[in-house]
């Protein structure tokens, strides 16, 4: 197979640390791809939190990355350029969405190739930029909900009673719209500025979380939650612990030692109430499952800001600040 000689524009980090300023903007050749991979001109990239916790270190004990210097992000979406040998489900000129894997990285850049296998078609209807926003940040949305707190998204189940916190965020704005596909009763909390726009996605019931009620997690209605899908960090098992209800789980997406010893416990006194550590796993299903519902108009992916690829450093910082409204993309 003939290899790439041109070269691409990208942004990579040399070392742990440095945040934004660690971002470097370099020339390197144009990958390509193996028998199973399909190389992408690279339309849209979303980051996540992971990205740039795996620069800080978060994940070192594991070897993340696998080496630098390192081009991270995993979510993007574009338009095949070129194709392996033994790719069958795509050809030159098809618009994809990806997920890459986190140990390599490879999406902060103009092409990137991708496994086949993790790629899925995305429909007309739908912008490059709403389709990168979903892999990680709606596959744990819709996992979470559908795989530990039990909803049906075609809204055939019980009705429930869902929490989702920093419901303005990219996992949390998901968890919200999906959770009412699934007939749930949604209390959500944010930050005041967001507490209109939280409400038009859906929720039934809003908390500000800088208010004592919102610190609480009360909801207005008085209702004990189901399941609770967490995506902040630092609120303690006591205050879930009161208002769940009596078999009641809390999905924690932000894992840290003190949360695994309140899991480990609950599990070894045969606790009713849980608190499940998850983690996303992506699979082409699952893109393919978001895509269909946004082309339907079902989901939508809101898109907090814009940025080129030359100014990747700021979407990291917009991203590290932790204050976006929904996702955050790059556009070489
Ligand atoms: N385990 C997994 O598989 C997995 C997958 C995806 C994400 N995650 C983790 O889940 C977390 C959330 O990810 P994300 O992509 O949704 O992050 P994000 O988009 O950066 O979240 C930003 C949002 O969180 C809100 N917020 C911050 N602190 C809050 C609080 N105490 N209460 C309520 N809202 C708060 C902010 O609102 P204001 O601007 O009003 O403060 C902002 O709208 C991250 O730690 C991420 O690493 C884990």
Redesign the pocket.
């Known amino acids: 197979m003939a290899t790439n000689t041109n070269l691409m524009q990208a942004s990579q980090y040399d070392a742990y640390g440095g945040g934004p300023a660690g971002l470097k903007h370099v020339q390197v050749p144009v990958p390509t791809p193996n028998k199973n991979e399909v190389l992408l001109k690279v339309e849209a990239i979303s980051i ?3 990205d740039w ?1 795996i620069q800080k270190g978060v994940l070192r004990a594991f070897f993340f990355p696998r080496k630098f210097p390192h081009i991270p992000c995993t979510d993007i979406a574009g338009e095949v350029v070129q194709i392996g040998p033994q790719v069958n489900d795509f050809k030159v000129g098809d618009k994809v969405l990806t997920k890459l894997p986190l140990l390599y990285g490879g999406g902060l850049a103009e092409f990137a190739v991708a496994s086949e296998s993790l790629t899925a078609a995305i429909p007309s209807e739908v912008s490059a930029a709403e389709a990168a926003a979903l892999p ?2 709606c596959l ?1 949305a819709r996992d979470a909900l559908t795989q530990i707190a039990g909803l049906k998204l075609d809204g055939t189940g019980h009705l429930r009673n869902i929490l989702v ?9 998901y968890a919200v719209q999906l959770a009412k596909l699934g007939n749930a009763h949604v209390t959500a ?6 507490i209109d726009f939280v409400k038009g996605l859906g929720a039934d019931e809003v908390l500000d ?2 208010t004592p009620e ?1 610190a609480a997690l009360r909801s207005p209605s008085g209702r004990k939650y189901d399941a609770v899908i967490n ?5 303690p098992w006591a205050t879930f612990d009161t208002n769940l209800s009596e078999k009641g789980v809390v999905v ?4 840290d030692g003190s949360s695994l010893m309140t899991s480990a416990l609950k599990k070894l006194t045969f606790s009713k109430k849980k608190l499940v ?4 796993n992506v699979k082409r299903e699952g893109l393919e499952y978001l895509l269909q519902l946004v082309k339907e108009g079902k989901l939508k992916s809101v898109i ?1 800001s814009r940025f080129s690829l030359s100014k990747a450093e700021d979407a990291w910082s917009k ?1 590290i ?8 993309i790059v556009e070489p």
């Open positions: 996540n939190p992971v916790k990680i940040a744990t916190t920093a419901a303005s965020g990219g996992v949390g704005h909390t944010c930050g005041a500025r967001n979380y800088r919102g995506c902040t960090s630092g609120i924690d997406l932000t894992p550590p998850f983690f996303v907090d991203s600040d932790g204050h976006a409204t929904g996702k955050i």
